[in-house]
């Protein structure tokens, strides 16, 4: 494929998902050129992951002047953002050292982030918030990912794992959770959980048009609730500047995003930080995180600077 900007070298930004691949090319900040949304399974088609990865970017980037390589995955990546540590949807890429392969086959800056952090970081160009010094992403899809940025870097914690709010506990709750845990949070505000509803309780309900025609249900209402804990719980222990809420829940034809910030406001504690909480629904993006793919390697060259 042709790159019509030759002149500009652009930030090949990657998101890999556990259904899709996404990959695009980022010469100004905020677009992508050159986007691709493609199977995953079409990409990794080998039992040499990072060979097939290094292939199919070979065969992209042709022709382009791409100098940086930029990749999020939905996984828990180790401290020093080279290696994949525990990745249940894309389980083939856990312990793979991808920063350092990488570098070694293309020679240029490689950088590996959560998926969810790209997003944060996409919204925060996409709504204007570089005067918030804390930013708080809740993105509830299948699971719950969470990212905290503050003054423009990624919470990582000690072991590289900050932000797993998904695994917060449930008083009262036994169920299995994907992190070998019982009782987590995920499991009762995800998609996952929906999925369960339409199955167990609601079988004459596709599962787009739950919120449409169930929505008044006191099961959906608690689970609207739950959802408002969770950003609650991570509201009060950090006072952020502004709460980013995303993912494909949210996104569901009649989600009651009303409701769901007064649950939110109802847990959060008074006056503050409930008084100034401010609250941004983000949309739902196909190049959201290889968008922020791109503003992470940026933030991170900039921090070599
Ligand atoms: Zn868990």
Redesign the pocket.
Known sequence: MRNEKTETPGILGIDIGGTNFRIGVVYEQGKTANFRKIPVRSVFRTTDPMKDLREYIAEYCQNMDIRTISIGFPAAIDRERKTVLQAPNVAFMEGLPVVQYLTDAFHIPVYIERDVTMAVLYDRRKWSLWDQNMLCGFYFGTGIGNAIVIDGVPLVGRNGTAGEL??IPVDGSTEL?????RG?M?NLAGGKYLAHLCESVFPDTPIGRLFLEKGEDPLLQQFIDRMAMTVATEVNILDPDCVLIGGGVPSMAGFPKERLVERILVHTRKPFPAQSLRVIFTGDEEDKCVIGAAEYAAMRMKRMN
């Open positions: 998904g695994h959770c994907g992190c070998g845990n987590c995920e």
